[in-house]
């Protein structure tokens, strides 16, 4: 579990060793790292600082479109990371796998902002980061479009958001308050409250711990509620995780929504795809796609197997699969005209 990828079965690990919410001292802001633009491409990449109701501000990057101006506006989407301290790429450690920044570059390329922002108490951040829970983050994405609505180059009318693991949680969370969204994106999200998925990754992993007898793997499978239990009790990020019902939220929100999630995914099981789009079709929204990529992992990286445990094996560069890419694009192109 050397990877942030690990989700939240990494996160419940280490909260064994982390400090108490109230405990945690404020963190200083980190400099920002080099997130410019390609030589040659058809967008800038502006640093930006967003302002936050709660007090703290978020860095970000914003791609714009060349040519963009108050005559002559153009698109925007707020991504959204996954669980744990993550920077505006999602950049988790693997080499090339900054699967944000491939996004943006390929929206910018097809004429779309892209509003890519560090974690709070992440990267150049401010604020606290544990303690936060995805309600809270849910407010960050929304502090995000309001700043593009400030932005004379920003059609504020054709905004929408994308969220990737628990990213794909809160999107909808961010929908059900602002339903003037014009699209939102789920890439390997859930549609059950997370103690299932929790439970199921923690015991995937030590299933492929070679170094557990059978006694003592089944010892360690048997002590897993207990375990979650106490994190729960200590954390409040982990609670509101595994007891949130995505499918609550989704059953409100009539925005038109891709779901996608990879066919070899061991942290989000491809089988909630239908049940996301069941949730969705509830609320009587009637622009629901729902795909599941046929050998991809939750990174949506090509990967015959998909157990998160091998993810450091997997060839470099680390990127989204391109029709993946394509298949976003293409839809948010046509749901931002």
Known sequence: MASRSLRAAAAVLALAAAPAAGQQPPR????????S??????????NVTVPTPAGHTLAGTLTLPTGANASRRVAAVVTITGS?????????????????????DSLGRRGIAVLRMDDRGTGASTGTFRGATSADFAEDIRAGLAYLRTRPEIDAGRLAVMGHS??????????????????IVLLAGIARPGMGTLKYQMTNLLQHDTSLTAAR??????????RIDTFMARDPWMKF????????????????????????DQQASPEQVVEQEAAFKAAGNRDVTARVIPGVNHLFVADT????????????PVMIRQDVVGTVVDWLSAHLK
């Open 28 to 35: 200083a802001p980190q400099p920002p790292r080099d997130y």
């Open 37 to 46: 633009a390609p030589a040659g491409a058809p967008y800038t990449a502006e």
């Open 84 to 104: 744990g301290p993550q920077d505006r790429d999602e950049n988790i450690g693997l080499p090339g796998f900054q699967p944000f920044r491939q996004l943006a």
């Open 166 to 183: 628990e990213g794909a949680l809160i999107a909808p969370m961010v929908a059900d308050k602002e339903p003037t969204l014009k699209a």
């Open 217 to 226: 793997r089944d010892s360690a499978i048997a002590a897993i509620p207990a």
């Open 241 to 264: 995780f595994l007891l949130y019902d995505p499918s609550a939220t989704a059953r409100r929100v009539t925005t038109p929504v891709l779901i996608l999630t990879g066919s070899n």
């Open 305 to 316: 197997d998909g157990f998160p445990g091998g993810y450091a094996k997997l060839p470099a």
